[in-house]
Each structure stands twice: as structure tokens, then as C-alpha cells.
């Protein structure tokens, strides 16, 4: 899921506009528009939905790709095999047409971490590099707060040559709230303590599993700082960390063998079913390929990829193609900075190709049932959002249409002014999982998958299928 | 808890023996016997357990051996500290006396391990090396099977160089039974490749963790056969190993730096409150200072030596010592073989000493709350057994007349004829940590911990006040 740099500004968005609440609403309270779908195509939607819960396409995708590929940290040997993965499952699925993009990024390498509690208390640590921390051997006493805001506040004369330890515990949410909050600890929290003279950075882990697993991320310093190197403890070991100052000073030894390393060139995988009367016209679902390297990149994402390449997979069963073009994207290196759906944006984001882009969707939120659907057509053009909503009520999915936002990869469309729609999975124990060694397949739910399949079939075959604009148009990118 | 060698010893002494299921029966139907225990002495009992349930001394030992020493691996620098910390503990709670007396072994290290998917799916495994695995760098094909008869059977012609990989699971079970069954594959599995000419041996751990965490524990090697490489996986990687052989050969590396390094003396920790009346009289209750060093060792044993630590200061808080002495012990290295344990049953091994140590109890099975009683005291002899039940029963403890059997570290005194006494604990989640990096002091109840503190309190404080024996009595050693 969506690094911090991006997470901001997902959170920004996730809010709806005053006017899009308001579209809602008056979608809600009067009679619906006159329908642009038939009956028919209706019929073919809740076909679809049934077909789906039947299907284990996308269950045998996701373990597929995390059994034989693995982890796939972007620019590792593995990035490579889970492109040609990729490229294969779509050829094999009836897609029309498959091709690649290439993306090219620096590729960051992890190749040894540990920590220590030296002294009287000597022990070690379970922690992980966030990624772009460079490589260092540190040893020093540790600083604790317990928010970024303490250490901004903190004076520099007291974290010099120290390791800032920063123990902010973040909230379990349905919706995944708690870590917005928490971002700031990973994206804003290393450049602080750098600038300030502290030696190393250690954090609490954004996370909320109680096991010995840390969660990796990235981070990004900030220009006018030397990188220091940063990582974040388990839950239990920060725990301890606190536990121990009580008795003291304690000295931590972190030893990072991590680090940039030249450049990379990886590639967005996609696929499309060619629409049978509008094929300029795209509707994009899609999940990322890449993944961190401590687990298989199960619920982060290869959950995605499989669930929107299946339903993708169900579209082309149907006897004829929908109106306008399903595209389906596996997006390279999401992690590092959505580098590959930026890289998307920028090759299909010319103003005509905006207006062309009719309404996007990831799933990359683990693979928690989908409790929500909503999207960002304005008022007067929420008729197929309505008629999706609709057809998805049976799968135990509301419409909530004052919530929502775009999926990381979504974002950079949405900036240009490309419309979303958001399937909103329950992330409750998402961040038990994400971005550490527990992203394996046993902790994904094959129902749950057939769920979310059902719903991005449902929604991939109307949207494609409508006439309807969901309000896409280019605008300015914000500054 | 127990390592295996002891293990098949235990299981045979957990099934009562017809004898005492008779004895058992008999106290339960006919009319008790002339209570040896007036009610004054049960009154305190009952006090004792309501001052325990209230007291936190055991939770702030816990706390404090799991923090301020963390793991405690036989013969690292954090075995002298533990010492030292146990020493100096007991003279602070108020016992008469305290002493060390040293137990000498080999000592075995961990320095570093790591294994990996090597080929067109490679990917890193997480493992631990077994306790007493020789170290070595073996890269070669899996030859899995799926339990140790499987093993047994196989043409050493198919396992020449190869990877031995045993993925048998482990059933989840209050008492702690499956232990049992899955034990082989660690205690006799690596000798069993060993012998046909296996490279190296993987085994799926012995534990129910669905988390990323692999279980040590000790293996030894039979004396004609030249040790191998012997290391468990974590269950999701045991199952991605079994996934990945359904699409052929698969190589795997594994480099353990790990091995014997000379000796090492460390110490149990003995204190004692002197009986009043017969003070040549022993109450044994005792826990393992020792723990593998992944954890910190919090439910194996920090548990157990909190919670009789802790029993043993309420009972030094009544106006007059009980009439027998009780004594406290914190076992060196129960994990590699009841090293300490079995150092003191030498020691005190005697046939006089043996009828001298009443009765004895080891709390070694975690931080669950105990739901059964049980003595080794004949028919005719139970009547302190059946008392001390009835004090128990409003902690929710039943009367358990054909379960039990020695705590591991009680085995050494059993097998001289000591009576032990069983104070089960519920064991459903015990080997979700047990040996493996999860065993930290979060995962403990400070309620349950109560609740344990207040069974021993109460049995220390009647067994030790009663003048009945519970039929120690030396005996022959079992061959």
C-alpha cells in the first residue's frame, strides 16, 4: 500500500468534497436518473457477481505469484521473473491485448540488518531498514519520544550523535486511519532526527501486529540532510526499549548493510480487453507487482493483481466485449513512490487521454472483504455509480457515498483529473501484515477473494459497459 | 519447557499409573480421611490465595528477568546475569536462606543462519537452527516427508546429499499432547538423516504459530552417526516449501554458523524458608532460569520462576514458617536436557535425601491460567492432596485425580522416587510461543499469573504444613 510521500495526499482526497457529499445525497434522497444501463446488461452484472463467488482464479493467481515468485522488492532478480509472471498469467487469461512499459527507478538493496541493546542489559533487537535508509554501524545511546511533534520540539544539543527512538503506537481502524497518523513517524520522522545530528533513527514499527516482525516502508530524506541510517523495531521490542530506559541510559547497536544502488529499469505489466464500440474510451482496475522483500507481498499485493486480473478474466467469458476498453494494470514499484503508476500517468496522461480514462480503481488494501463502494462522479453523473452500487448490495457492500478515495496507484491519474471509484476493503487487521514477514498466502482468505472479485467484475463490466462520463476531465495538477 | 530426551520420559509419567487412578478414585467415593490439617492451617491457605491474587510480585519478577536480562541461553553472558539477578531476588523476598550450586555443560552458540529458495524461485526462508546443530553451508534438493515413519522408511539411496524436510504439524491442545507426538521429529529426526547420508535436515517447527517465527529447541545425535545441519522453519515457510515442490525439484540453501564451544559452569538458584518443625523436610516448588535465546523467555520460564518465587515471599510473610521447609530453586539449562535439574537430583540424590523431598512441583508450561490438580500420593497418603484440592477449587481448579505428572525439572527427583505435584496449566496458546521469538513479556496475563502465584502459594503453604507424606521414596532408577 500507498508510501507516505503519496499517503498525504490519499488522505486529502479520501475526504470527498463538500459537492461530492452533497451529489450523494441528492442521489439518495430523489428519484434515480433515468437508468442508462438495460436490464440486460443488469443481468450480465449479477451473472458475473455469482460467476465470480464460484472462481478461483484469483486465489490461484495469489498463490501463484507469492509461492513461485516470491518476494518481489522492486529492482531485485525477482522483479524481473514477476514481470514475465505477469505478462504470462495475462496472455493465458483472454485478455486482447498485453504489453509493457518500462520504469525506471534506483533500485534500493537490503543486504544485512540487526540491532543490539549493549551494556548491562544486552540483548538483541528485532528490527527492519526502512527502505531508503542508507548503510551505517551505530552505537549510541538512545533519545525516546513518543510523537514527531516532541521531536521537533526537541533541542538539537540533546540528540547529537544519538540514536532518536520514536514510540508511537498506531490505531487498529476498519478504514486504515490509523495510519495516515502514524505516516509522519517513517516519512518525516529521519530527516528531522538528521537534522537535528542524530547518529540513527529507530521507530516503532506503523504497524499493529503484537508478533516479532518489524514493518519496512519507505522513507525519504529531505535534500538539505545527510541520511542517517534508519529502521523500525517489533512491537515487542519498542516495548522493551521503553521498559529499559526506566533503568537508564541504554546503548543500541544498529547495523545496517542497506543501501541505494545504481538504477533499475522494471516494467508496468498491462492488459486490455478492447472495447466493442468505444475503445479509446479505458476503464483501469488494477494492483501492484512489486512488493517489500520480509514477506511474499500476499495482501500487499499480490492480492490486488490476482483479484483485478480475474475479474478482468470473467469479463472477456462474456459472449461479447463491453462497450468501452477494460484496462488491467500491474503496476511496477508502488513501494518506493508509486514509480509506476507515475510513470503511467506521465505516457497516458496527455489531456485527451485524461478525458479518455473514464474512472480508475486499485485494490491494494490487503484482501479483507469489501464493505464499501463509492466513486468520484459529480452530481448528475452518478447514474451507473448507482446502478454498480446496486448490484454489489448483495455482496454485503454499501454505498456510502460521502466516503472513498483513489487506490495509491489511482493517484496520479486523480491529480490530472482522472475520476476513481473505491472498493473499500475491511483493513482491520491489514496492518497486523503490511510491509512485514506475516505478508505470507495463509493469512489471505480465498472467500474473501471471490468477494472482491465479484465486486471488481461487477464494477469493471458496468463502468466499461456504461455510456455514462464519471466525470474525468484534465485539470491543472496541484502544485 | 521440556527438551525432547526428557519428553518421552514425561509422557510415560503423565499417564497416572492404574495404582494411583485407583487411589484417586477411592479418595473421591468413600468418605475422607481424618483431615491431618486443622482449620487454622487452611484458613491461612485461603488468606494466601486471596493475598496472591491481589499481589503483582510475580508479574514485576516476570517483568523485570525478561527485561533487564532478556534471553537467557546456557552459557551466554546473560546466563551469569540471570544468576546473579535470581540470587540477588530471593534475598531481597525474604527467604532464610540462599545458594548457588554450579552445573557444568557443554555450551552451544548461534551466531548467525539463514536459508533460501535457491533457482528459478528464489527466496528467503525464515529457520532457526536446532539447539546442538553442528554449523555448515549446504546447498542441495528438498526430499520432503511428512512424519518421522515416512523417514524411517526411506531408501537411503534417495536421501544421499539430499535435504531432509519433515512437514509434519503439530495439533493445538490444552495439555500440551501434541508436543508429544510431533517431539521425534526433532529428538530423533536429524540422527535419522544423519545415518542415511542426508546433507542436512529441515523440519517444519514443532509449534502452532501461523506467524513468522521458527521454534528451536535441543536435538542430540546419536553417538554413531556424524552430525548434520539440523534447523525448523516457520510454519508459512514449511507450507511454501510444500507448495513450491508440486512444481519440481527445489534447492535449497542452508548456512548455519552455529556449534559446541567448550563449557561452562552456571548455577541453580536455591532459597529456602527453614521449617519450623522439620526443617530436614523439603517442599520443592521450582521454575528454569534458563530460556533459548530467540525470546525473551517470557512464558518459558520467566513465568515459572516469578510465579514460585513469588509464591514462596507469600508464605515468608505469615507470622511462623510452616513446619517443613520449602524450598525455591531456579534451574540452570533445563532446555538442553534438565541439565541443572538433573546436577541437584545428583546432589541431593541420596536415598535419605530423596524420602526427605516431600513433594515437588515445577511450573513450566507457560503463563496460563492452571485448571487441574494432581499428586503422585498413593491411596491411603491424600489426604493433604485432597485438602489442598479444595482450596484450589474457587481459582476454577479441578481435581484431576488421573492426570499429571512431574514438571520437567521435577523428572530427575521422580525417577528416585520423589512424589511431584501437577498444577496444569492451559497450554492452548503455549506452543504458539514456545522456543520460538514470540515468547515476550506482552504475551503474559497479569491476572493468570495471579491465579498461578495463588496455586502455589496455597500448595506450598499446606504440603509443607502437613506432616502426611506423599509417598517419596527412593527407588531404583528406571534402566
Known amino acids: 500500500m500507498k508510501p507516505l510521500s503519496a499517503a498525504l495526499l490519499a488522505t486529502a482526497l479520501l475526504v470527498a468534497t463538500p459537492a461530492q457529499a452533497q451529489s450523494g445525497q441528492a442521489a439518495q434522497q430523489h428519484a434515480p436518473q433515468a437508468a442508462p444501463l438495460p436490464q440486460s446488461t443488469l443481468d450480465i452484472a449479477a451473472r458475473l457477481r ?8 484469483a486465489w490461484t493467481l495469489i498463490e501463484s505469484l507469492t509461492t513461485e515468485i516470491g518476494p518481489r522488492l522492486p529492482g531485485s532478480e525477482a522483479d524481473a521473473r514477476a514481470v514475465a509472471w505477469a505478462k504470462a498469467r495475462f496472455e493465458a487469461l483472454g485478455y486482447d491485448r498485453v504489453w509493457t512499459e518500462p520504469v525506471t527507478f534506483p533500485k534500493w538493496e537490503r543486504r544485512s540488518e540487526s540491532a543490539a541493546v549493549l551494556g548491562a542489559h544486552a540483548q538483541p533487537l528485532v528490527i527492519t531498514a526502512l527502505g531508503g535508509s542508507p548503510g551505517g554501524d551505530v552505537s549510541a545511546d538512545l533519545v525516546r519520544f513518543d510523537g514527531i511533534e516532541a ?7 540533546t540528540l547529537a550523535g544519538r540514536i532518536v527512538f520514536v514510540d508511537m503506537p498506531m490505531e487498529r481502524t476498519r478504514d486504515g486511519s490509523g495510519y495516515g497518523k502514524a505516516g509522519p513517524v517513517r516519512s518525516r520522522g529521519p530527516s528531522i532526527a538528521a537534522r537535528k545530528g542524530a547518529a540513527a533513527y529507530l521507530m516503532r514499527s506503523i504497524g499493529t501486529s503484537p508478533h516479532r516482525v518489524a514493518n519496512t516502508g519507505i522513507t525519504r530524506f529531505d535534500a538539505d540532510v545527510t541520511p542517517i541510517p534508519a529502521a523500525a523495531l517489533s512491537l515487542p521490542d519498542a516495548d522493551q526499549l521503553t521498559r529499559l ?14 543501501g541505494w544502488n545504481g538504477e533499475y529499469t522494471s516494467h508496468n505489466v498491462i492488459a486490455e480487453l478492447t472495447g466493442r464500440e468505444r475503445p479509446e474510451e479505458i476503464v483501469l482496475i488494477a494492483g501492484h507487482l512489486d512488493s517489500w522483500d520480509l514477506g511474499t507481498g500476499a495482501v500487499d499485493d499480490a492480492s490486488g493483481v490476482g483479484i483485478t486480473m480475474a475479474a478482468g478474466h470473467l469479463v472477456a467469458q462474456q459472449p461479447q466485449r463491453p462497450r468501452r476498453s477494460l484496462r488491467v494494470v500491474a503496476f511496477a514499484n508502488e513501494e518506493q513512490g508509486l514509480l509506476g503508476a507515475r510513470a ?13 480514462h473514464v ?31 446496486e448490484v454489489l448490495r ?33 483493513g482491520t487487521d491489514y496492518f497486523d501484515l503490511h510491509h512485514n514477514a ?42
Do not use: C, M
Not at 50 to 57: G, K, N, P, S, V
Not at 359 to 387: C, H, K, L, M, W
Open 50 to 57: 455469482e460467476q465470480a463467488l464460484a472462481d478461483d482464479t
Open 151 to 157: 521531536l521537533e520540539a526537541a533541542d538539537p544539543a
Open 344 to 356: 503511467y500517468a506521465e505516457a497516458h496522461g496527455g489531456a485527451d487521454v485524461i478525458a479518455r
Open 359 to 389: 474512472v480508475g480503481a486499485e485494490s491494494d488494501f490487503g484482501a479483507g472483504r469489501i464493505y464499501g463502494f463509492n466513486t468520484s462522479a459529480p452530481a448528475g453523473q452518478r447514474a451507473t455509480s448507482d446502478a454498480i452500487a
Open 245 to 258: 530506559l526506566r533503568f537508564g541510559p541504554v546503548q543500541v547497536r544498529l547495523a545496517l548493510d542497506v
Open 394 to 426: 448483495p455482496l454485503g457492500i454499501d454505498y456510502l457515498q460521502d466516503k472513498g478515495g483513489p487506490g495509491p496507484d489511482i493517484v496520479p491519474l486523480a491529480q490530472k483529473g482522472g475520476a476513481w471509484a473505491w472498493l473499500g476493503q475491511d
Open 438 to 479: 506475516d505478508d505470507t498466502l495463509d493469512k489471505v482468505d480465498p472467500d474473501a477473494v471471490a468477494q472482491n472479485t465479484a465486486a471488481y467484475a461487477v464494477f469493471a463490466w458496468l463502468a466499461a459497459e456504461s455510456e455514462e462520463s464519471f466525470g474525468s476531465a484534465p485539470k491543472a495538477e496541484a502544485p
